[in-house]
């Protein structure tokens, strides 16, 4: 009798910036579209209490019935509460307001902070993964959830708005993650940067640009997400906007990502 071979755990990813506004949830909605277009099984943990990216997958509110809420608190496996989106190989953990009470609920818990942890490595070892990424749109801020998602992941990748203030939230996220290191999750690291809301008619676009290249080099994405309306409407429709318009620019800039993000993590396993 031979051995089955062991489950291959995804690759999970925080989608994080404790600044708001910054394209978090567009593009983790986007990110996982687009991963999901070239072939990749992704599933998306919705941890922001008020549920954008489940609300952008076209998830109503009052079929939230399993979220992540019931996973961190009161144990559910990730493979009941995972539902599948209009997407072929997206799926999404919702989330609801609930949220919003699990930093009381887990003041006394054991392992608070390495719930989804424990939840993601649950669903490995049973043999029920089929995810080849995980992509967890956190909160703006700081909090347990937060703390969660990066406790979770390999890696964090980092939307940046092409703005003045953009740094100023980085320096703070850049504190967290080096916080996280030291207390909750050593090997996690900068999977890279995203470049949001670019816009080239705007020479201050141009400028945070190339101060991000000239201060984190190569962990910048060559592939940089326009400021485009079309990726601003599809969330009211309940769509990503691949689905939505497949040939804007917005659409064809997270395809580029997505083939990069695939690729640099090729290029680690190879290495």
Do not use: W
């Not at 954008?52 to 496996?77: C, F, H, K, M, Q």
């Not at 990502?257 to 090729?266: D, Q, S, T």
């Amino acid at each position: 009798m031979t051995k089955s071979s062991p489950k291959k755990a995804p690759r999970v990813l925080a989608v994080s910036n404790q600044k708001g506004g910054v394209g978090k949830t567009t593009t983790a909605i986007n990110l996982g579209t687009a991963l999901a277009a070239i072939g990749e099984k992704v599933l998306i943990v919705d941890m922001d209490p008020q549920g954008n990216a489940s609300t952008g997958l076209g998830v109503p509110r009052e079929t939230r019935r399993i979220t992540i809420y019931d996973v961190i608190v009161d144990g559910r496996s990730v493979h009941d509460a995972a539902v599948k989106t209009a997407v072929p190989g997206l799926d999404i953990i919702p989330a609801d307001a609930d949220m919003s009470g699990v930093e009381i609920e887990l003041s006394q818990a054991d392992r608070r902070s390495y719930r989804l942890r424990d939840a993601l490595a649950a669903q490995t070892q049973n043999g029920q993964t089929g995810y080849d990424y995980v992509l967890i749109d956190c909160p703006p801020s700081l909090n347990l959830l937060t703390l969660n998602a990066m406790a979770a992941a390999d890696g964090v990748l980092v939307p940046l708005q092409c703005e003045f203030f953009a740094l100023e939230g980085l320096t703070q996220l850049m504190k967290t993650i080096d916080m996280v290191r030291q207390s909750l999750n050593p090997t996690l690291e900068i999977q890279g940067l995203v470049l949001t809301m670019f816009d080239r008619r705007n020479a201050l676009s141009g400028q945070v640009a190339a101060d991000v290249r000239a201060h984190f080099g190569d962990k910048v994405y060559e592939a940089v997400i326009p400021r485009n309306v079309r990726v601003s409407e599809a969330p009211s429709f309940g769509k990503p906007v691949l689905i939505y318009d497949l040939k804007c620019t917005g659409s064809q800039a997270y395809l580029r990502l997505a083939k990069e993000v695939v690729g640099r993590e090729r290029r680690r396993l190879a290495a």
